[in-house]
């Protein structure tokens, strides 16, 4: 079909967009990226998501806030100090679920009884067989507002996290050294546990007004995973 000017405008028609928008079923497995930021989880069962992350879903599924002594008063405890930034949701049933988060590019890991630590907010959804644990990080806790805390999951399964822009991921060697800005940082591989390092030098730099630049540093081998983007963390006000 073509216009006055004989412009082709069939690529403009509404069976068209249909086409080229359309849902498919690229056969990845129970997380498949149907848009590099949305997420389609195939449900056949039960997967943890982040709560809010829901767009839409189709077939028998259920959707319930995780209770609050559900994963025991160890990590009820944790989540009272970190705030909202890793509540979760069951979605359970046969279906198809779609996710998506203010966005954000979506990464989907495949671990193989590995680990992985997670920013809470960027961690999107993990399958049930992936046991899970918060972790706070008490040297920044008086230096950041609610701290820094971040998620360790390990085992077998699927896990989506994300990230604002396309992310970047650093190898860590023995002799050198990776440094990152906490804001900046997404996940690092589980058998680091990164230290805080503090510099007054570099504050004019990443635009601190006050204090100390906090930077993370990590030491050993591994990887870390970092975003274009200073994300700062959503904490729950206090009475």
């Known amino acids: 079909m ?20 359309g849902q ?4 990845q497995g129970k997380f498949e990226l149907e848009r590099d930021r949305m997420l389609e989880v195939n449900l056949n069962g039960r997967v943890w998501i982040k709560r809010g992350s829901m767009v839409a879903y189709l077939g028998d599924v259920k959707f319930t806030r995780e209770g609050v002594m559900e994963h025991g008063l160890g990590k009820m405890m944790k989540k009272a100090v970190t705030g909202e930034g890793v509540s979760l949701t069951k979605a359970e049933g046969a279906g ?8 954000k590019k979506i990464s989907v890991l495949n671990l193989k009884n590995e680990s992985i630590y997670v920013n809470g907010n960027d961690l999107l959804a993990f399958e049930e067989s992936i046991n899970w644990d918060i972790k ?9 507002a609610g701290g820094l805390f971040n998620v360790k999951l390990e085992g077998t399964g699927m896990v989506a996290i994300t990230t604002f822009f396309d992310p970047l991921t650093l190898k860590v060697t023995n002799d050198r050294p990776v440094y990152t800005d906490p804001n900046a940082t997404v996940a690092w591989s589980g058998n680091l546990n990164p230290d ?6 570099l504050k004019t730099f990443v635009g601190r007004s ?5 930077q993370m540093a990590f030491k050993g081998e591994g990887f870390v995973v970092i975003q274009p983007y200073e994300e700062i963390p959503y904490v729950t006000p206090t009475a």
């Open 2 to 21: 073509y216009n006055d000017g004989g412009i082709d405008i069939s690529k403009y028609s509404l069976d068209e967009f249909v086409k080229n928008t």
């Open 24 to 27: 498919k079923d690229l056969g």
């Open 96 to 103: 198809k679920v779609y996710l998506a988060d203010s966005g």
């Open 136 to 144: 706070m990080m008490k040297k920044v806790a008086g230096m950041m």
């Open 196 to 201: 805080i390092k503090t510099d007054i030098s």
């Open 210 to 214: 006050s204090g100390e630049s906090i």
